[in-house]
């Protein structure tokens, strides 16, 4: 088995296991009859996508940073890519055509300061910053970039314009990256050691869309069609090393280091609680990292295997019912899902005075109950507090870090349409009855339901 470090340092893709108890044998085939088979990912499927994947990106990297070499100064594109979100969590339903990666890369030697983003009633905007130049004279070493308009001065201050380089920079890096490869044939091969099977795989094109601060990519192939990729670039802001308490690993006190980047989130002109002068200049501070490490605590853990694969049984149900437009199906993104899932981790899993009194948790069955009714809490107070801004209970799986050090809360609905929010609880009961049998909501905890609704939920 892997040790504690190396599952928390992987940077491998995690084929979905789910987790069942004992007395749950014949729960699996109940959930797939109720929900289809979008739980089940065949073997040699994840294989060949995540091989083409792999491949296909680490020739666009190549690509892309011959490119900036070439046309921009101190523009440093890291030589790997980093893993994320459901494809990397253990997490994927339905099929494995949808991977997200970040793009490190860093302005070689420009000094960066972090500066808190406010919005128009200047309350301060939790995980948003602006970066500003601390020494402008620097800026005569990047020529390039500053003739893009890369480097923009606001009232005196010289910060970076996240729409100038998403859009400018790396928009055209990369479209320059993949002109170059789609004039080129690319076919190589694949052997499948546990089949003895071989084929080959025939790149055909690969299209790029926008969704800041996400590049899409469509890579066209020959065997399963098409495999999208969020594309992110994402600028190293800092490392930090944790003491990871051992009552989370069950084992002694571990460090690990974990990596900060910021996306360029700049928005549009639609948002109307941000002052117009900012909006070019924002980033987000990503908690990528953290919430791998989030869902890599479930390996080897009985009660958070239970809670991951309830979240893949929910994951599943909402992709089944938003064809049908469920109100609430329509509002829980992969996203919002995981986040509850991580508050079930956090609340169910952590010794603390919450879990002093409660039984274990001893099954998927137990595990949809306490995820169902979060999402209950969740839907009737129109709220989801994300997981790592503001989080009070933070602090005791990652003490003194950059996240547990903020606290001031967000909520993962403030963007959508407030009627499309508060008509998602009449989605809820739906969800219900196709769970019906598959789930346990006797015998909860009642302070951890009770924190969740009176401390979590409240914004």
């Known amino acids: 088995m892997d040790s ?55 020739m666009i990297l190549t690509e892309l940073r011959n490119q900036a070499k070439e046309h921009y100064e101190g523009l440093k594109i890291r030589t790997y890519f980093i893993k994320q979100a459901s494809a990397r969590q253990g997490l994927k339903i339905d099929r494995p055509d949808e991977f997200d990666v970040l793009v490190p890369f860093e302005i070689g030697g420009l000094h960066l300061k972090e500066v808190s983003l406010t919005d128009i009633s200047e309350r301060q905007l939790p995980g948003q910053i602006r970066l500003c130049v601390e020494d402008v004279a620097q800026l005569e070493r990047f020529p390039s970039l500053k003739r893009e308009g890369v480097f923009e001065f606001n009232s005196g201050t010289c910060f970076i314009n996240t729409n100038v380089l998403q859009e400018y920079v790396f928009k055209s890096l990369l479209d320059k990256a993949l002109h170059n490869m789609n004039l080129v044939s690319y076919v190589y091969p694949f052997l499948y050691y546990l089949l003895s099977y071989t084929c080959t795989i025939e790149l055909r094109k690969i299209y790029r869309g926008s969704r800041p601060p996400t590049l899409d990519l469509e890579i066209e192939h020959d065997i399963l069609g098409t495999i999208a990729v969020d594309f992110v670039p994402a600028l190293i802001l800092s490392h930090e090393k944790i003491s990871i308490p051992g009552n989370i690993l069950s084992s002694e006190d571990k460090t690990i280091k974990f990596y900060r980047y910021g996306l360029m989130k700049w928005v549009n002109k639609r948002n109307t609680n941000i002052d117009e002068e900012y909006k070019n200049f924002i980033w987000r501070s990503c908690s990528s990292s953290y919430e791998r490490f989030m869902f890599d605590l479930c390996d080897g853990n009985e009660e958070r295997s239970y809670i991951r694969t309830a979240c893949r049984v929910m994951k599943a149900l909402v992709l089944q019912l938003r064809k049908r437009s469920n109100q609430a199906a329509v509002l829980l993104s992969s996203y919002r899902l995981k986040t509850i899932a991580m508050y079930c981790i956090l609340l169910l899993t952590v010794p603390s005075e919450l879990t002093s009194h409660s039984s274990r948790l001893n099954g998927v069955r137990k595990a949809l109950g306490y995820f169902l009714t979060f999402l209950e809490l969740v839907l009737e107070k129109e709220c989801l507090p994300d997981f790592f801004l503001g989080n009070e209970y933070l602090d005791k799986i990652f003490p003194g870090s950059y996240f547990s050090n903020i606290h001031i809360k967000y909520n993962l609905f403030d963007k959508e349409d407030p009627t499309e929010v508060q008509s998602a609880k009449y989605g809820l009961p739906e969800m219900k009855n196709k769970l019906v049998g598959c789930f346990k909501i006797g015998k909860l905890n009642p302070r951890v339901v009770t924190f969740f609704r009176e401390q979590t939920l409240s914004v």
């Open 4 to 58: 504690i470090e190396e599952t928390f340092y992987s940077n491998d893709w995690k084929y979905p296991i789910d987790k069942f108890s004992r007395h749950e044998k014949c729960l699996k085939d109940k959930l797939q009859n109720r929900i289809g088979s979008k739980l089940n990912i065949a073997e040699i499927d994840w294989d060949l996508a995540c091989f083409i994947t792999d491949n296909t990106l680490n």
